[in-house]
């Protein structure tokens, strides 16, 4: 966990560009930027360094920072608790992933009565008898696919058949790599963990974007800021 020092400087990092990125950065610069000591940001970036936040490679005499998936995960864990603080009435959260080939479920289950219904009366749309996997890769990513969980979404209630009962569901309308309108599940029994995201839509997103196994994508999700727990 960042601490309250620490905060100040992991915000010029991302300023600069660190997250993506090993940004140039001298401890004069970030001295002046904080109104500190060249002491005390070196320290700052030293203890940043021992904890695992960053790292720091030097070349050709230059230093260069970049924030690790532990420094971008506690810095993404921070805007989430002031967002919770201050709130919004509507946010959109960003992700990027690849797809790839699930269990083949998602044929079967999106096309239950019960199930797909619901869809085409909450969500405006009758959803192509399938899901679009994709698999998140970095902590931040994984954090907002844990945020999702205790988020108020558009609910699908679970039912019964008469053989089985089947859980139920909160969607969130969504944009796939600026193009398609579709929601992501965040179902309450499923076999996957928080690395992966299942999407819906009224066509087929893997010929709609000529999507391959692998293929990357990024994913805007839309939120009303409401909280479950």
Known sequence: MLKPSQIPTILQLLSAGAKDKPVALTTVD??????????????????????????????????????????????????????????????????????????????????????????????????????????????????????????????????????RTYGGAECFKSLLNGKILCAVLVIERTSYDDSVLEIIAPVNLRKALHLEEASKVKLKISVNGSRTA
């Not at 002046?32 to 070349?59: P, T």
């Not at 920072?65 to 608790?81: C, H, M, N, P, Q």
């Not at 998602?106 to 096309?111: E, L, P, V």
């Not at 970095?138 to 999702?148: G, S």
């Open 30 to 163: 970030l001295a002046k930027k904080l109104n500190k000591s060249q002491q005390m940001a070196s320290k700052h970036l030293e203890e940043m360094e021992d904890e695992g936040l960053i790292e720091r490679v030097r070349s050709k005499g230059r230093t260069y920072v970049k924030l690790t998936e532990k420094g971008s995960f506690e810095a993404a864990r921070i805007y989430s608790d002031l967002e919770a603080v201050f709130g919004k009435s509507e946010r959109t959260l960003e992700v990027e992933g690849t797809v790839f080939q699930g269990l083949g479920e998602g044929a079967y289950y999106i096309s239950l009565n019960g199930y797909r219904r619901q869809f085409v009366s909450m969500l405006g749309f009758d959803p192509f008898p399938g899901t679009l996997n994709i698999r998140l890769s970095t902590a931040v990513d994984r954090k907002v696919r844990r945020d999702l969980a205790v988020e108020k979404g558009i609910h699908i209630d679970g039912f019964k058949d008469g053989k």
